[in-house]
């Protein structure tokens, strides 16, 4: 039997970080001359809200929050190891990671992947998130696609 467990750690985790070398290694192949642009906007020192997903004990996938604005958590890292892929669990990380926003005050998650990316635009779309105009560093960058999802943010919640 499977068992998926979910923690909440930082990005100084060595499961997250040998996870975001797997993830920047496939990055490198489906990006290919685009990798150095994107590379520089996905450093992970720093993140204070990660999210490791262990399989069986085995790390599987992982997920960051970090502040984009006063009202927007951006969604950062999204990986599942490939042995790992197929079984529900980046949309169990970022149902985790928009539950984390939500508690810190923020009232809608963006991010940016690449056209290159067509199993995360379609998880992303699955899950709510609408594609929007590219946001920041991705304005004018044409393999980027942003995305944004409002929060449900709890209404018993005052502002």
Known sequence: MNNLTLIKTNSENTDFRQLVTLLDNDLAVRDGDDHAFYSQFNKIDMIKEVVVAYQNDIPAGCGAIKPFSGNAAEIKRMFVHPDFRRQGISAKIL???EHWAEELGFKECILETGKKQPEAIALYQKVGYQITPNYG?????????????PLNINPTHND
Not at 137 to 149: A, H, L, R, W
Request: with cysteine; proline share 0%.
């Open 95 to 97: 149902t985790e990671l």
């Open 137 to 149: 560093q991705y304005i004018g960058v044409d393999n980027s696609v942003c995305m944004t999802k």
